[in-house]
Structures are given as structure tokens and as C-alpha cells.
């Protein structure tokens, strides 16, 4: 299994600021993911981050909005930019599992847009 | 495309009893994977099961046990002898591809009573 911890684990930000998200795992994956929850809604995946390219978006995501970083195997970060109330919502990484046919979360960080 | 449904908002149970949570998707691939997650009010996504599309027997993990039913592509959970600990938001995924993204369904919130 994989462990993940996510930095901040909650933050309240202000309108029009930008809050940097960081995902470490403690061992080396090939695809890294980020999901979005809403408030009382289901999980909405934003990318897939691999290390060394570009990370791909899904519709209705892009980047100028929600850059992503995956500078190594172990960790990846997502910037949510530009802020506004409507970005409230529970952000998560999660990892493939590999041989393991699961994937592994993070605890997630609880964002508050003022 | 892949589209998961989970019919059912919310569910409560009296403990030691039995419940059953449903979910159908859709795919047009041939081979795929299900899961069930749970995520209690800590944010944690935990796997329950999961199942292979390719496996005709229904999986199970102690007191959870799922009914796969592929023609009807219906894919539902039945936690047996409900413990307080099961009080968690339910979701239901698919992938097509074992490494690839997750997509979730509405979630089903479910209350175990005393």
C-alpha cells in the first residue's frame, strides 16, 4: 500500500489569492491524481499528473487555473489560482496502486474561499 | 465514457442489521473494474472491494459482499451485521483500466443506529 499526506490539511483563504496543494507519498508511482469535492457531492477528477510531462486535464478543468507540478516519482502539487468562493471544496490526491488493483488517497485538504 | 449512478442519497440501518446500497454504471468497454469506497467524516478514502468485470464471482471482504450483476450492469453493496463504525458516505467507481482514473458515483450516506 501507499502512504499519502497532503499539505495544508485545511486552510481558509481569501477571494482572488492562490493556495499552493502538496501531496508527498512515501514511495515512487508512475500516475498521481487530483480530485476535486464539492461540498455534500461526489469526487470529480481535475487531472492526472505523470512525472515528466505535462499534466493532462479533464473538461472543464484548465491550467491557468489549476497548475500542476510533478517534479519527482514521490510528489506533486496542484495551485488552485485566482480564487473564488465556488473553489470551496475538499481537494484529494490519490495514487495508482500498480500491481495492486486499488487506489490510495490522501486525506485531503478542506478549502474555504472567503 | 464511463458513468456510474447511485440511486439511493441516503440510507440508515439499525446496527447488527443488514443493508444493501446500490449502484449501476455504464461502459462500453469490455473489461473494467468496480470499487466501493468509503469515506467516514475524517475524509479518508478507504476501499471496501472491488471486483473485476472479467470475474463472474461475487467478491467479498468479511462483511461486505457485493452483487455483480454484468447484463445489468448493476454493481450493488450489501454490508451484513452493521457495525456504529459504518456510518460513512458511500461511493461507488469504475475504470476501465487498472492504473487509470476513477469515476465516481453520487455517493450514498449512510447512518448505522444504535
Known amino acids: 500500500s501507499a502512504v499519502i499526506s497532503q499539505k495544508p490539511s485545511r486552510d481558509i483563504c481569501q477571494r482572488g489569492t492562490s493556495l499552493t496543494i502538496q501531496c508527498q507519498v512515501d514511495?515512487?508511482?508512475?500516475?498521481m491524481f487530483w480530485y476535486r469535492q464539492q461540498p455534500g457531492q461526489s469526487l470529480t477528477l481535475i487531472a492526472t499528473?505523470?512525472?515528466?510531462?505535462?499534466?493532462?486535464?479533464e473538461s472543464g478543468f484548465v491550467i491557468d487555473k489549476f497548475p500542476i507540478s510533478r517534479p519527482n516519482l514521490t510528489f506533486s502539487t496542484l495551485t488552485v489560482s485566482n480564487m473564488s468562493p465556488e473553489d470551496s471544496s475538499i481537494y484529494l490526491c490519490?495514487?495508482?496502486?500498480?500491481?495492486?488493483?486499488?487506489?490510495?488517497f490522501g486525506p485531503g485538504t478542506r478549502l474555504t474561499v472567503l | 465514457a464511463q458513468t456510474v449512478t447511485q440511486s439511493q442519497p441516503e440510507m440508515s440501518v439499525q446496527e447488527a442489521e443488514t443493508v444493501t446500497l446500490s449502484c449501476t454504471y455504464d461502459?462500453?468497454?469490455?473489461?473494467?473494474?468496480l470499487f466501493w469506497y468509503k469515506q467516514p467524516p475524517s475524509r479518508q478514502m478507504i476501499l471496501v472491494i472491488r471486483?473485476?468485470?472479467?470475474?463472474?464471482q461475487n467478491a467479498t471482504e468479511n462483511r461486505f459482499s457485493v452483487n455483480f450483476q454484468k447484463a445489468a450492469k448493476s454493481f450493488s453493496l450489501k454490508i451484513s451485521d452493521s457495525q456504529l463504525g459504518d456510518t460513512a458516505m458511500y461511493f461507488c467507481?469504475?475504470?476501465?483500466?487498472?492504473?487509470?482514473?476513477?469515476?465516481f458515483g453520487g455517493g450514498t450516506r449512510l447512518m448505522v443506529k444504535p
Open positions: 499528473a505523470n512525472q515528466g510531462s505535462e499534466a493532462t486535464y
Open positions: 467507481a469504475s475504470t476501465y483500466n487498472a492504473g487509470n482514473m476513477l469515476t
Open positions: 514511495s515512487q508511482v508512475t500516475m
Open positions: 471486483q473485476e468485470a472479467y470475474k463472474q
Open positions: 490519490s495514487v495508482d496502486g500498480g500491481a495492486v488493483l486499488e487506489q490510495f
Open positions: 461502459t462500453s468497454e469490455s473489461n473494467y473494474y
